[in-house]
């Protein structure tokens, strides 16, 4: 069975409070611990280098993906498990994608932002069905989180769209959730596919991603 797969969005950089690195390399090292993998940007600065210097040290499988451009800006990481270059920003998000079980972020700027809000969206138009996390260390989010209940308040996000990302300031416990969700919705999907008539396809590819993203 392959391992429980998470895309780890974070900074290139560490941000100004050490709470931020240190819950990075706490996710690195716990995904290495339970014998986890951790798919994210392919960097080696910043949390992104932190994330996936903890994971590796800890026994993860690193899958970075990263396009030619930022190889250089980014500095690829030269020692994950598997480096993946690719040549746009559409084709790194939608293969990191493709490769994870469930996703989850981590304090960062608006790239790290626009990725989770991108998946998130993906996620409620039905382009997947994985689970996806917010990591809300030092609450560095606590900003973000009120301007959202603000978009659920004008009319702008129903209740049940906002309830799909998972909000925790714990790592342990978010990764707990994150695992408990994606068996849920596989088992779901299981169900789903058997009331088919032949079973086909539900629209969605390979990597449990829509294609048509």
């Not at 600065?45 to 590796?56: K, R």
């Not at 990191?96 to 993906?122: N, R």
Request: aromatic letters at 8%; charged letters at 15%.
């Amino acid at each position: 069975m392959a391992a429980f797969s998470v895309c780890v969005y974070c900074g290139s950089r560490t941000g100004n409070d050490p709470a931020f690195e240190a819950a990075a390399r706490e996710v690195g090292r716990q995904i290495g611990l339970r014998g986890w993998q951790l798919v994210y940007g392919g960097g080696s600065t910043g949390l992104m280098g932190a994330v996936a210097d903890a994971a590796l040290a800890h026994g993860a499988s690193v899958i970075g993906v990263i396009p030619h451009r930022l190889v250089q800006r980014e500095l690829g990481h030269p020692g994950l498990t598997d480096l993946q270059v690719v040549d746009t920003m559409h084709e790194r998000k939608h293969r990191m994608a493709m490769q994870s079980d469930a996703f989850l972020a981590l304090p960062g700027g608006i790239g790290t932002m626009e990725e989770i809000f991108e998946v998130w969206t993906w996620r409620q138009l039905g382009y997947h069905q994985k689970p996806l996390g917010l990591l809300n260390t030092a609450g560095y989010y606590d900003d973000l989180l009120n301007f959202i209940n603000r978009s659920r308040d004008g009319g702008f996000l129903w209740p049940d769209v906002q309830e799909l990302l998972l909000l925790d300031t714990q790592v342990g416990s978010l990764l707990d959730q994150l695992q408990t969700d994606a068996l849920r919705l596989n088992a779901l999907a299981a169900l789903e596919a058997q009331k088919q008539t032949p079973p086909g396809s539900n629209g969605i590819g390979p990597g449990g991603v829509s294609p048509d993203i």
